[in-house]
């Protein structure tokens, strides 16, 4: 037995109800809803800090699931900030091994400490830019965040 699929009237084999005249063939889709985005209720500045928070890592999660140009920018430049800071650790520690060979490493005891001081400043003072709504762009890095994110 089938029954209407508007008025619920048994309509047997007929492709038509009887009863109010809705077609039975036509399976009506049900409406789809839109996806919303995974940082839909998070404002831009305060996304835009959390693409720093965790270094490179939120820098990349921020970049994968936020499409909007501000954050983008700031999770590229999040990237690119983390990347060059690794490099610039490789270069300071490949000099203090040779300044350990003409005796001079104990220069590195006044160095590293001076050289994360500075890191950790950078670090905030670009999260409170973030956080200002501001795109503050460091040197090299800033313009290829600029143009990987879109205007």
Not at 52 to 66: E, P, Q, R, T, V
Not at 79 to 105: C, D, E, K, P, T
Request: charged residues 10%; proline residues 5%; aromatic residues 12%.
């Amino acid at each position: 037995m089938a029954f209407c699929k508007s008025c619920g009237q048994d309509i047997g084999t007929g492709a038509f109800c009887p009863k109010c005249g809705a077609s039975q063939t036509a399976v009506a889709s049900p409406a789809v809803a839109p996806v919303a985005s995974p940082t839909e209720g998070l404002e831009e500045n305060v996304a835009g800090l959390l693409c720093y928070i965790a270094g490179w890592l939120s820098g990349l999660i921020f970049l994968l699931i936020d499409k909007r140009p501000f954050v983008r920018f700031h999770a590229v430049q999040s990237i690119g900030f983390n990347i060059g800071i690794v490099a610039v650790y490789i270069a300071v520690a490949f000099s203090f091994l040779m300044l350990h060979f003409l005796r001079l490493g104990f220069l590195a005891l006044a160095i590293y400490p001076l050289l994360g001081i500075a890191v950790f400043g950078c670090w905030v003072f670009l999260m409170y830019k973030a956080y200002q709504h501001e795109k503050l762009m460091l040197p090299i890095i800033g313009n290829i965040a600029e143009g990987m994110a879109g205007k």
